[in-house]
């Protein structure tokens, strides 16, 4: 069995982007905000949508189960206000719990939050609960910044982000940090923003006492943790400086990476500095990087391949790495596999 | 002979503190601005300020001359206004001016600009002119936030910064990409905001055809290029999904990393990945990391003897790393040697 957790719907039909589109210039003129139930999006849709994509991924490359998510560029938390972000929230997380339904075998799912920039987290609440008890998600995609590249929100480890917490505690489910798209023109999407973002939350949580508060909160920092592992030596060195424990002690109950990384030194150097036990296999795809490297002649993003290559790690840590860490991580995972039978 | 390319003052006397300190209460109550002239620091200041610290880690270490810049923690140009920057740029390069005329065999010049948000850099070009031509400075620190962390001026390969390109050109100086103090609570400076600037820009520079337009203009990209090694696979597949040409043709003749990676993975990872062409020493001493690391008895950043253990990067090679790139990348290094002898 192997579990990529990171899986975004990037292969909606086009009437999704459509929706979207009328639901922004409706912020403008309301008379052109569409009415929710102006969407219909077949079964057969939805399959086809899947079927040359995701499905056929995960049967060339080995993969079974992809903990799936709306798309993370899509989310758009900087459009609109909190009312924008709910009924579009909604909407797309009703697709994945469609998608989920059609396919119990190939997903799982995790919510985007209804957040907007300026506005308490706590209203996120009620859309989280209902994704992980009527839909049987397993975790939400978190976006430490609502605003879209201009960073206004208070840090993750702020208190103001304390109320989702304890409801993420409640259900036992993580958050995967994910930003969405960028509005500021100095960072492009998935080549800066989503990469600084997973830097940034690594850091936020080295200098605060976040999991002394929550010592079982979760969360797993996508895109192989951002430069954190590259600069491993230097995040252990800052810790040390500043007197704090050694980071395995003071972060590596809660904090976890996935292996989103796109070419077999990157992997490497991630599965040699961060312990198997804080590693998830992720591949992203259909994600950021679509095409075929010359120098392999196989997709970036087939991660999988990275690390089946690599002999130095043991059998047990790759089985963890594939899927045990997740049982651990997502505490719902049992209980939702047991529910598909 | 070995060239660290990144070395900031970060040991001044408490004097030059103190002067900012009453510079930034001046900008409330203009009553207690500072006058220049009231910052006095002997030459044996700045001798004891550096004789215990960079030119002790020098001579254990067994390097010979830092490219020395002021502190760029210190730059703060989100503080006050261009007049406020121009005074303080101005002071804090004539200390690395003096402090090369001091140890011309330890030392050799970079500046700090004026930069301040919202202001055109046009501003920065008579403070670079003067440093160059009068101090012998031989490149600058360029700050592609001035804002501090809310990113408020446009990418650098916006049109806003080509009047400094033109005369980076002509001066034929390259810049080090490096931000300042960020008043983001969002991004702890070094751990956070370094890093990202340096992927930032990096993706920046991936995305536009600045190169295009100044063949010539070089930059340095400092922290070993923030997260963009550990993720080169994935700039490698951004580059070709875009149809841009690869990065090697796209960037590499204009885009150079450091070698400020403090542990050992990295920078194998580093010399992995990157051409050695595009590799310049340096450690960032006194920097971002001071602590001795436990699980080798050495400085974090003691970054030579990372490089110095790797066997399989050829003599050749290192001697590039070393010195030989510097004498390419800066092209006034060679006369400013000859200068001194």
């Known amino acids: 069995m192997i579990v990529d957790c990171h899986g975004h719907y990037t292969t909606a039909p086009k009437s999704l982007e459509g929706f979207r589109k009328r639901q922004i210039e409706g912020l403008k003129d309301p008379s052109l905000s ?5 969407l219909r999006i077949s079964d057969d849709a939805l399959r086809e949508s899947l079927e ?5 991924l995960q049967r060339a490359r080995g993969t079974d189960l992809t903990i799936f998510s709306p798309r993370a560029g899509g989310m758009g938390h900087h459009i609109g206000n909190a009312a924008t972000s709910a009924l579009w929230s909604g909407i797309c997380n009703e697709l994945i719990h469609r998608i989920c339904t059609l396919y119990p075998k190939n997903f799982v799912g995790v919510c985007q939050l209804p957040q907007s920039p300026g506005v308490r987290p706590d209203n996120c609440i009620p ?3 209902r994704c992980v008890k009527e839909y049987g998600f397993i975790g939400c995609n978190l976006n430490p910044d609502p605003s ?8 993750l480890t702020d208190k103001w982000w304390y109320p989702l917490y304890e409801k993420m505690v409640e259900l036992d489910v993580p958050a995967m940090v994910h930003v969405s798209a960028s509005c500021n023109p100095n960072f492009h999407f998935t080549g800066a923003h989503y990469i600084n973002a997973d830097t940034t939350a690594f850091m936020q949580f080295l200098t605060s006492d976040l999991f002394k508060d929550f010592p079982t909160l979760k969360f797993i920092i996508p895109h192989g943790g951002g430069a954190v592992p590259y600069h491993w030596g230097r995040y252990r060195g800052l810790a040390q400086d500043m007197g704090r424990l050694p980071l395995k002690e003071l972060l590596l109950n809660n904090v976890f ?3 989103c990384v796109y070419h077999r030194p990157g992997i490497e150097l991630l599965l040699k500095v961060v312990p198997a036990d804080n590693i998830l296999f992720a591949s992203e795809m259909v994600g950021a990087v679509r095409g ?3 120098e392999t002649g196989h997709h ?3 991660t999988k391949r990275y690390i089946d290559a690599i002999d130095w790690v043991s059998a047990a840590d790759k089985e ?12 719902r995972y049992a209980a939702a596999m047991a529910a598909r039978g």
Chains 1, 2 share one sequence.
């Open 52 to 56: 040359g994509a995701q499905l056929k």
């Open 257 to 259: 990476f996935d292996t």
């Open 148 to 155: 879209g590249g201009y960073w206004t929100d208070p840090p």
């Open 320 to 331: 963890k790495i594939f899927q045990g860490n997740v049982r651990r991580v997502y505490g």
């Open 292 to 294: 075929i490297d010359p």
């Open 34 to 38: 569409p009415a929710k139930d102006s």
């Open 300 to 302: 970036y993003d087939d």
């Open 127 to 129: 859309e989280l609960e």
